[in-house]
């Protein structure tokens, strides 16, 4: 178990709709990652958040958003969802999102678009 | 640019074969950070090790151990007595400190699928 907590597991819904991605870091981490995994296009960096600030963002669509709250919660809003954003996203922490801090990974949740 | 290439897309064992999994990088800073995921059939990522691009020092850690040859740019993965548990698609990462930033985004391999069999 790395910690890190990620809701839904799994989540299907249709094109066109709009869902939300939850995500608690482990306890003391500061910052948040956001990865997608498709065949496609493997594991990709999607955005970045430190202590509730955007701090990097990566391959993110602009129909995708996320925030970090006060209590270092995450969410990744994918709205306008296309049958290509079938994937599945996880979330990270680390203890301060520096570069020799390993990232420790959620379960992931897995998004089909139907 | 910042690249990682896992040239073994899938490799099959029988149990007890040692079996090396290979990871090659490309990074134009001196600072940086290598490190192996292991994704199980259950699919979350497992975090299995960190190495600082200062030291090359070789690393065993039970049945597993990594070599990194700064050389040749290389961070592989080896695997004694493969077990049926060790099946899984594992992944090598590199974070640096591209344009002076700290920041510790990964960029993944591909990865390569393990299959131990029995």
């Known amino acids: 178990d790395s910690g890190v907590t990620q809701t839904p597991k799994h989540l299907i819904t249709a094109t066109g709709q709009r869902v939300t991605l939850r995500c608690s870091p482990r306890?003391?981490?500061?910052?948040v990652y956001w990865y997608q995994q498709s065949l496609d296009q493997g594991l990709q960096f999607l955005i970045q958040?430190?202590?509730?600030?955007?701090?990097a963002k990566g391959n993110i669509l602009e129909r995708f958003s996320a925030q970090q709250f006060p209590d270092l919660h995450s969410e990744l809003n994918l709205s306008s969802l296309e049958l290509g954003d079938s994937a599945l996203y996880f979330c990270?922490?680390?203890?301060?999102?520096?570069?020799?801090?390993?990232?420790?990974f959620g379960d992931g949740t897995r998004l089909s678009i139907l | 640019a910042q690249k990682v290439t896992q040239a073994q897309t899938e490799i099959s064992v029988v149990e007890k074969e040692d079996v090396t999994l290979d990871c090659v990088y490309e990074?134009?800073?001196?600072?940086?950070?290598l490190f192996w995921y292991k994704q199980p059939p259950s699919g979350e990522l497992v975090f299995l090790i960190r190495?600082?691009?200062?030291?090359?020092q070789n690393e065993i850690s039970g049945r597993y151990s990594w070599n990194f040859q700064k050389s040749t740019s290389s961070f592989n993965f080896t695997i004694t007595a493969s077990q049926v548990v060790d099946s899984a698609v594992y992944f090598c990462?590199?974070?640096?400190?591209?344009?002076?930033?700290?920041?510790?985004?990964?960029?993944f391999g591909r990865g390569t699928q393990l299959t131990v069999w029995p």
């Open positions: 990074t134009r800073d001196t600072t940086y950070y």
């Open positions: 190495r600082n691009s200062f030291d090359e």
């Open positions: 306890s003391g981490d500061l910052s």
């Open positions: 958040y430190y202590n509730g600030e955007e701090r």
């Open positions: 990270a922490s680390s203890v301060a999102g520096q570069v020799n801090q390993p990232q420790h």
């Open positions: 990462a590199l974070s640096d400190q591209g344009r002076g930033s700290t920041l510790g985004r990964l960029y």
